[in-house]
């Protein structure tokens, strides 16, 4: 599965973003996605997380109530809308797809997805 990220940016604190992830090649393997971040000198953490086939969604504590993600199967694309941008949402965003068989694995587990994309830089100024 190849995966493209867009949308990423720069915004004022309390401004909005929307983070678009397409999937590409074997999308048929994937069987839910993610969406991580890495701020500078910090490891890549866990946002979101929805499955393909019940859209169930998962959120971080930090960006509960701020975060929505979603997708259109048809398009095979996973969004990230950011509302209540904060300096510390500062970070590079990635998506990336797992397959079923790690269906067991915790969302926040990085090591459970096996496609990356090459991610999107978000700058939130105070």
């Known amino acids: 599965v190849q995966l493209l990220e867009s949308g990423g940016g720069l915004v004022q604190a309390g401004g909005s973003l929307r983070l678009s992830c397409v999937a590409s090649?074997?999308?048929?393997?994937?069987?839910?996605m993610g969406w991580f971040r890495q701020a500078p000198g910090k490891e890549r953490e866990f946002v979101a997380g929805i499955r393909w086939s019940f859209g169930s969604t998962y959120y971080a504590d930090s960006v509960k109530g701020r975060f929505t993600i979603s997708r259109d199967n048809a398009k095979n694309t996973v969004y990230l809308q950011m509302n209540s941008l904060k300096p510390e949402d500062t970070a590079v965003y990635y998506c990336a797809s797992r397959g079923p068989t790690s269906a067991g694995s915790s969302w926040s587990v990085r090591t459970a997805y096996d496609s990356w994309g090459q991610g999107t830089q978000v700058t939130v100024s105070s």
């Open positions: 090649g074997r999308t048929f393997s994937s069987y839910a």
